[in-house]
């Protein structure tokens, strides 16, 4: 049996990536400061599913605090950690940016700083972003491309957190994976993706804002599809290759861009309601479209996504109105 520390384990990612391990017979140790980014009752009611679990415990703490951190769980024999806390959100990121530094800046060295002096910690994964590839225009997006110029803070954040692992694995023998996730969805996503605000606009009769009129393509990806790939790489370290040291980072997504409005479409036909539509210009920190190139993670994890928009769609609006109690 193996032990996991998963950081944001109230957030939705990482809720599902809990869930997957105890399933599977392992222990989860769960950090999150339960934040009120986006409502803690969605939070807590993922927390209360994975309670029920004898071989779940729970943390309430920011790991901003590493002495918090380090009182919580330094006494925890955890075998390797899968980091998914995070401050997330391009546009939030606008007039919010010390809640970046602190989450995703600071609390990633915490966590690099809590494996480096943890000598039971063989591996760590954590939660990059497909925000770190800014505004190229090269589809799909590959991990070799250039990254260096980040349109949002968020992105900026997530850039340094892979430069951050980097220096650990290379000046510390840490082994490390990091994913660069593309538009996830699901049941129990977030409030604050367009999936969500979508559904919950369309059923309350209000229009739904479609941002660069509409002309935006997303790599939509299945949770299930995320956490298979999440759980993969944390069963198996990567080969070091070169002067890469112990640290890998990968793209994560469905490899299958779709257009927002074909989305919409998908989410009207789920409802059996139309949307009324709000045409805006782009916002600022976003990007026109999104393309996952996963060659790599497919060849050394064998991840494949199997989960199209036309499946998860209605599996999201059914939870969701499971969940909110709409008949």
């Known amino acids: 049996m193996t032990t ?23 222990k989860v140790v769960g950090v999150d400061c339960v934040n009120d980014y986006y409502s803690t009752e969605l939070k807590r009611a993922r927390l209360a599913r994975l309670t029920e679990s004898e071989l779940f ?26 980091h998914l806390a995070a401050q ?21 060295l915490n966590i690099l700083e809590f494996c480096r002096h943890n000598e039971r910690i063989d591996h760590l994964v954590y ?50 994976v990091g994913l660069r996730f593309f538009t996830v969805y699901g049941p129990w996503g977030r409030p604050d993706m367009a999936m969500w605000l979508f559904t919950e606009a369309i059923l309350a009769g209000r229009p739904i ?8 393509r997303r790599d939509f990806t299945y949770i299930d599809d995320i956490v298979t790939g999440v759980i993969a790489t944390a069963d198996k370290k990567p080969v070091p290759t070169g002067k ?64 199209s928009i036309e499946d998860g769609i209605p599996r999201f609006v059914d939870w969701y109105r499971r969940y909110h109690g709409i008949g």
């Open 4 to 26: 996991y520390l998963v950081t944001g384990a109230a957030g939705f990612i990482g809720y599902h990536t809990a869930r997957r391990l105890l399933d599977r017979g392992d």
């Open 57 to 82: 415990s729970f943390h309430e703490i920011d790991i901003a605090d590493l002495t918090r951190l380090q009182q919580a769980v330094g006494d925890t024999p955890v075998d390797r950690v899968i």
């Open 88 to 108: 997330a959100g391009v546009r939030y990121s606008i007039d919010h940016p010390e809640a970046y530094v602190q989450a995703n800046l600071v609390g990633h």
């Open 127 to 176: 939660a990059s972003s497909s925000s770190v590839y800014g505004g190229n225009t090269k589809l799909p997006f590959s991990e070799s491309d250039r990254v260096d110029e980040p349109i949002s803070l968020y992105a900026a954040t997530k850039k340094a957190d892979e430069l951050m692992s980097q220096v650990y694995c290379h000046l510390y023998g840490m082994s490390a």
């Open 209 to 216: 804002k479609v941002f660069n009129n509409g002309n935006m």
């Open 244 to 307: 890469a040291a112990n640290h890998r980072v990968y793209n994560i997504g469905n490899n299958h861009p779709e257009d927002l409005m074909h989305m919409i479409s998908l989410l009207e036909q789920a409802l059996g309601r139309e949307a009324e539509k709000t045409m805006l210009p782009m916002q600022p920190g976003d990007v026109e479209a999104t393309y996952a190139d996963i060659q790599a993670i497919s060849q050394d994890y064998g991840f494949k996504p199997a989960t």
